[in-house]
């Protein structure tokens, strides 16, 4: 089952620089995407979410851009920051009242000093 | 800031044993949660709970777990006979009232690593 996909399991990039950490999904029922940052042995750390009518969402260094006929949404970080090293997963969920948020398998993101 | 918490943080048990996860949701949350991620593997969804029963259960959501909301506060994941492939981080989680099905921010917990031997 691979309706949500982060081709990039890892990510390295200079501190200052940007970000962009990818996601692709193919249940065109998705109607709320979600970004989602994990330390090690921590949960999932709700980050900046989108909704499907909306094709941009800006939070602080963090922005989500949606384009709906690619399937395919971004996490730009900028300015990137050390710690800002984690693992990204993203997540979307169902119209019709689903509860269940699927989730990709998450990109690792390094960011060097 | 409120958070989700749960115990034990990990917890090793022998196959065949019964094990129960507990959770304290966010206190104004309505909606409860469990998720869990095999190592290496993806975050899955498990169950969703709301006014006291199960509002939706995935494939992985068998006859041997069981949820619980005993008293009002605690919300528990019960795995009746563990099983090997039962290891995993098993996440809790909870959601404010107010909200659609959908568009809704779910909060979790920082996991209780389940190891079955």
């Not at chain 1, 620089?17 to 949960?43: H, Q, V």
């Not at chain 1, 993203?90 to 993101?109: H, P």
């Not at chain 2, 949820?67 to 039962?86: A, M, Q």
Request: charged content about 20%; hydrophobic content about 30%.
């Amino acid at each position: 089952d691979q309706q949500v996909k982060q081709n990039s399991p890892s990510l390295s990039v200079q501190e200052g620089r940007i970000s962009i950490l990818n996601c692709d999904y193919t249940n065109s029922m998705f109607d709320y995407f979600l970004w989602y940052k994990k330390y090690p042995a921590e949960g999932p750390t709700f980050l900046i979410s989108i909704s499907s009518i909306k094709d941009k969402n800006e939070d602080g260094r963090f922005t989500v851009f949606l384009n709906k006929s690619a399937k395919h949404l971004s996490l730009h970080i900028v300015p990137s920051q050390p710690g800002d090293s984690a693992v990204y997963f993203c997540a979307a969920s169902f119209q019709g009242g689903s509860e269940k948020l699927v989730f990709g398998k998450g990109t690792k993101l390094t960011v060097n000093p | 800031e409120p958070e989700v918490t749960q115990t034990p943080s990990h917890q090793v048990t022998q196959m065949g044993q019964e094990v129960i996860l507990r959770c304290v949701p966010i206190s104004n949350h309505l909606y409860f949660y469990w998720y869990r991620q095999i190592l290496g593997q993806k975050v899955e969804f498990l169950v969703s709970f709301y006014n006291n029963e199960i509002s939706e259960k995935s494939e992985i959501f068998d006859d041997q777990f069981s949820v619980e909301r005993p008293d009002g506060s605690n919300f528990t994941l019960k795995i009746r006979s563990t099983k090997l492939e039962d290891s995993a981080m098993y996440f809790c989680a909870s959601r404010p009232p107010g909200q659609g099905g959908s568009g809704n921010t779910i909060y979790f917990g920082e996991g209780s690593w389940l190891t079955v031997v």
